[in-house]
């Protein structure tokens, strides 16, 4: 999956995630992580984050998350919302990468 | 039947409603994907629910979704999202007739042999136009998927160009009709939403009178609700004891090869017995009574 454009999904409210996708020219997955809880699940985060996007065949991409307490479902959900966005995917989604 | 007494709508786009319905414990956890969800955000509501639906929390309750009409450019994304992630109960919105049902059935079952879900998806139409309920009879007859019926008065309403009151005359043909069609199909009935969530005695008011005319149950807009609508959907002491009064007589004559039996000279057969034993299963989901106090 190609990810073309800038995209974001999700809010600041409590319980949610918002999630900035950016396309990069490096072979990479960067992370920028917000969260207040970061101490006790910030790797945790990050390797949901990092194997999500794998499963979505998704490189060359910058993701800023700030995180409000989110669950692995609603950070699962948001990512792959703002990863659709900026791949122009989300009228057609393959629903057995997601 | 399976109890549906409460069905709790969930906006999809709503996080922490999405992620914490569950615990207030209805008997069907509704996410909602179409007017709840602005035009915007009916992508990522459509994948929170998505995984929602495919997160334990959400394994040992039953779970609908109202998805987008199939005529909207939402509908088919919605039913592949919700179908593919094992959703128990899709509800049809605005079912006017039975041709809306046959094609939500057809979209349907095309998924279900995509990705080869064994299970079933059960359909509820929701009837909110006069032409819904002039053809109620047809539509709750039309499929063995339709587990039930429900009206939504919001757009019924508006389309009999009048508003909703307190008292609810103007719902009453409406709620008359589908109740006899869904009984005539053997198929459950439900109430419309009581959407004033600070008018608690309207709500209480309002679930006594659909419960009396017989519905299975309600939409409800706020888990405060779930509550109010159990409590007086529960037998009452005087009910459970009747009940526990038929299923003994009926054990007795069971047991002595009788066809009937009296109570206060007053037969007990077969229906009877099927309404005492639903009052004491009821009993016994709404905390009232033991598993060892029949």
């Known amino acids: ?98 | 039947m399976k109890l549906r007494r409460s069905m709790l709508f969930v906006p999809g786009s709503n996080t922490a409603m999405v992620c914490n319905a569950y615990v207030y414990k209805p008997d069907t956890v509704m996410f909602d994907l179409e007017d709840s969800v602005a035009l915007a955000e009916k992508d990522s509501a459509r994948l929170m629910v998505y995984h929602a639906l495919k997160h334990f929390v959400y394994k040992d309750i039953e779970t609908a979704v109202r998805v987008n009409p199939l005529d909207s450019p939402y509908g088919h994304l919605d039913l592949e999202a919700v179908v593919t992630a094992g959703v128990d109960i899709v509800r049809l919105p605005k079912t006017d007739s039975v041709e809306d049902v046959l094609a939500m059935q057809e979209a349907i079952e095309k998924i279900e042999k995509k990705t080869g879900r064994t299970k079933k998806t059960l359909l509820l139409a929701a009837i909110e136009s006069a032409q819904g309920v002039v053809n109620a009879v047809d539509i709750a007859r039309c499929t063995p998927r339709l587990m039930g019926i429900a009206l939504g008065a919001e757009d019924y309403v508006r389309d009999l160009r009048t508003q909703r009151t307190r008292a609810g005359h103007e719902l009453s043909a409406a709620r008359s009709q589908i109740l006899i069609a869904a009984r005539a199909a053997k198929i459950q009935a439900f109430d419309s939403v009581f959407s004033d969530v600070r008018d608690k005695e309207g709500f209480i008011e309002e679930v006594k009178k659909i419960k009396n005319l017989g519905f299975d149950g309600k939409s409800l807009v706020n888990p405060n609700q779930i509550y109010l609508l159990h409590h007086i959907y529960a037998p009452s002491q005087e009910e459970i004891e009747w009940a526990l009064e038929v299923v003994e007589a009926a054990e007795y004559a069971k047991r002595n090869g009788l066809g009937v039996v009296s109570i206060d000279g007053r037969m007990v057969d077969a229906p009877v017995v099927a309404r005492a034993e639903f009052t004491l299963k009821l009993a016994k989901i709404s905390g009232f009574m033991g598993e060892d106090d029949e």
């Open chain 1, 1 to 98: 999956m190609k990810v073309v454009n800038s995209a974001h999904a999700g809010t600041l409210e409590s319980s949610d995630a918002y999630i900035q996708i950016n396309p990069i020219n490096e072979d990479i997955v960067e992370i920028e992580l917000e969260s207040s809880v970061e101490e006790l699940y910030g790797e945790m985060i990050e390797e949901l984050i990092r194997e999500t996007l794998k499963q979505m065949e998704v490189s060359h991409v910058h993701v800023k998350i700030q995180d409000k307490g989110a669950l692995d479902l609603v950070l699962k959900a948001r990512l792959q919302a703002a990863v659709l966005r900026a791949c122009q995917l989300s009228r057609n989604p393959d629903w057995s990468l997601l």
